[in-house]
DNA sequence: CTGAAAGCGCTTACAG
DNA sequence: CTGAAAGCGCTTACAG
């Protein structure tokens, strides 16, 4: 079943059923519906490869990433489905390793080739202005996640992490606790930066400042954050609570407080940020920052899909994406003081 | 940059272009290396639109799954990805759900329209005899991933759970454990029967066999793992080791263990199945058995390139997947018997 | 509002 | 061992 048979079938030209294909607007209704007609009955689909190449772009959509937690990238490409499909536009991944020599080269060749009909980003990748370069010069949409805006909107998902970080602080210094510890991600994360700057505003809010002498430095990993707090809890003065910039190493700090015996929320209590599944395996459950992934990817998909759909990206109302604290089992009123 | 400009560039015709690219045997090895040097020279790459056009085959590998897991997943495409890359080929994955009325028809759509290069599928979906129904009626090329095997070698990655619940079995029963329980997966999956085959004949060899009072069925779940694990824990001969059919459960049976005050591993031996990130992460840190999953997604994935590097599938030496137990914390001799 | 011609960048089938 | 012609299934640019 080619376009050739459809129109034949139709008793018109192939180029009026690429007009009902392609949504044109300068087709008398009647033709449109009998050519409709034609094409459910036959069960006809277009082929991607050949528009693709008469259209010189195909109907991928790339998402590149280089994001370590399976549960983030599960649940963003999900999202990003959700929007994909239906668009008659299918998912490309595209993992990759910032740090490799050839790394610039390979997305390069990847997008160039592939003519990718747009190209979604997380965190660190979004935030890697040569991979925007090769992007504008390949002329290839392109939506980028991150934690603070970069872009113009059109190519943004802003996530607001500052707002959810504010929230644990608030949570915390709610709960009576004075001495709270920041672990913080890796400086080359923006992340990192606008989740301890939202925690030391919700603490400002409450009349605490964030203790610099309280603030240690992570990699976003379990074994970061036990070695963080192992540091924390031999202070003389510990921290009564700790939070932790995401929820891996928040539960590297259960099991250090475990090693320094310490009962988890009654000594201590630990707040992480992400919501991994894992958040409420773990005994405490714990308490964390949610942020709605798989809403991130949806959202992102949605601008590129925004011209199949007839829409203006401009007229897309812009969805805010706001974090939310979980209060689980792993943070408790300060004790005895 | 096209098939054109190089021909015209190395001054042959655009077919012995192509017949470079495809590596063509009947070419003078001078006219061969001429047209390379063009083609290093100028940074040419063939577009894949055009070629899957011409061949009306992609250069597209397709992933079909309805696995829960995130780590699963992930890791699976990146076993993909590792063989799929330097075979000029891309990585479109496609979640799906079994149940769901469109299921048949998504799938068929999926698979002839976009003219997949092969396909690989994990359990469940590489269980259901209807997908490959259809993707041998489009005459798509495809590998199974399987606790048993299904297929032709050449369509099967066989992952002979069996043995390694023997592997658990064997480790539970040498540690002393008489009275042990064995938590299945649904029954619609073959690795919960593969599974519970194996523990059973890795029992036997220690003179035990599987008390059938002592077995559930769960979801693959953490919560059908809590609800099963609670069941046997009130017992009267309540069991001193539980095998569960996957991490999951057993981070559920976990969760029953503490609730009902019983120390892990002194009252209480646990063994999972998958060896998940979040097994070295719970307290205490959980014995399972691994599943090599990223080479079981690259070794499927080599079967479908082997064409294209050349080779015969006939000719691969089918590397087995073995799983293996890694010991943990979870388990430990029966105590004061 | 509709169509005939040319073309997207490659390969197949046929020659020589 | 190499090439000229036709074609893969669509769309663009131009007419009318």
Same mark, same amino acid.
């Given at each position: 079943?080619?376009?050739?048979?459809?129109?034949?079938?139709?008793?018109?030209?192939?180029?009026?059923?690429?007009?009902?294909?392609?949504?044109?607007?300068?087709?008398?209704?009647?033709?449109?519906?009998?050519?409709?007609?034609? %094409?459910?009955?036959?069960?006809?689909?277009?082929?991607?490869?050949?528009?693709?190449?008469?259209?010189?772009?195909?109907?991928?959509?790339?998402?590149?990433?280089?994001?370590?937690? =399976?549960?983030?990238?599960?649940?963003?490409?999900?999202?990003?489905?959700?929007?994909?499909?239906?668009?008659?536009?299918?998912?490309?991944?595209?993992?990759?390793?910032?740090?490799?020599?050839?790394?610039?080269?390979?997305?390069?060749?990847? %997008?160039?080739?592939?003519?990718?009909?747009?190209?979604?980003?997380?965190?660190?990748?979004?935030?890697?202005?040569?991979?925007?370069?090769?992007?504008?010069?390949?002329?290839?949409?392109?939506?980028?996640?991150?934690?603070?805006?970069?872009?113009?909107?059109?190519?943004?998902?802003?996530?607001?992490?500052?707002?959810?970080?504010?929230?644990?602080?608030?949570?915390?210094?709610?709960?009576?606790?004075?001495? %709270?510890?920041?672990?913080?991600?890796?400086?080359?994360?923006?992340?990192?930066?606008?989740?301890?700057?939202?925690?030391?505003?919700?603490?400002?809010?409450?009349?605490?400042?964030?203790?610099?002498?309280?603030?240690?430095?992570g990699a976003y990993t379990f074994e970061s954050g036990v070695e963080a707090a192992r540091d924390l809890l031999a202070m003389a003065d510990r921290p009564t609570a700790i939070f932790a910039g995401n929820d891996e190493m928040a539960i590297g700090v259960m099991k250090a407080a475990r090693d320094a015996?310490?009962?988890?929320?009654?000594?201590?209590?630990?707040?992480?940020?992400?919501?991994?599944?894992?958040?409420?395996?773990?005994?405490?459950?714990?308490?964390?920052?949610?942020?709605?992934?798989?809403?991130?990817?949806?959202?992102?998909?949605?601008?590129?899909?925004?011209?199949?759909?007839?829409?203006?990206?401009?007229?897309?109302?812009?969805?805010?994406?706001? =974090?939310?604290?979980?209060?689980?089992?792993?943070?408790?009123?300060?004790?005895?003081?």
């Amino acid at each position: 079943m080619t376009i050739n048979d459809v129109a034949r079938l139709a008793g018109v030209s192939k180029k009026t059923v690429s007009r009902v294909i392609n949504n044109s607007p300068l087709l008398r209704a009647e033709t449109r519906e009998k050519v409709q007609k034609v %094409i459910a009955d036959s069960g006809f689909a277009p082929d991607p490869q050949a528009r693709g190449l008469a259209f010189r772009r195909s109907f991928l959509v790339g998402m590149i990433y280089d994001n370590p937690s =399976p549960n983030y990238v599960v649940n963003m490409q999900q999202g990003v489905l959700d929007a994909v499909r239906g668009a008659g536009l299918e998912l490309v991944v595209h993992p990759c390793n910032r740090a490799s020599d050839t790394f610039l080269s390979d997305v390069r060749g990847f %997008i160039v080739r592939q003519k990718l009909f747009g190209v979604v980003m997380p965190p660190s990748v979004s935030e890697d202005e040569r991979v925007i370069a090769i992007l504008k010069e390949a002329e290839c949409p392109y939506v980028r996640i991150a934690s603070v805006s970069l872009d113009e909107p059109r190519h943004m998902v802003v996530t607001n992490d500052s707002s959810g970080a504010a929230e644990a602080a608030r949570h915390l210094a709610g709960l009576g606790h004075r001495r %709270i510890a920041f672990i913080s991600g890796p400086d080359s994360f923006r992340s990192s930066h606008e989740r301890g700057r939202g925690f030391a505003e919700g603490l400002a809010e409450h009349g605490l400042t964030l203790d610099p002498a309280y603030v240690r430095v992570g990699a976003y990993t379990f074994e970061s954050g036990v070695e963080a707090a192992r540091d924390l809890l031999a202070m003389a003065d510990r921290p009564t609570a700790i939070f932790a910039g995401n929820d891996e190493m928040a539960i590297g700090v259960m099991k250090a407080a475990r090693d320094a015996g310490l009962d988890v929320p009654f000594d201590l209590s630990i707040c992480g940020f992400d919501d991994l599944p894992m958040a409420s395996r773990v005994w405490p459950n714990l308490t964390t920052v949610r942020l709605p992934i798989r809403d991130m990817g949806r959202m992102a998909a949605e601008k590129l899909t925004a011209s199949i759909r007839g829409l203006d990206a401009a007229t897309l109302t812009q969805p805010e994406v706001r =974090p939310s604290l979980v209060v689980r089992d792993s943070t408790a009123p300060l004790q005895g003081s």
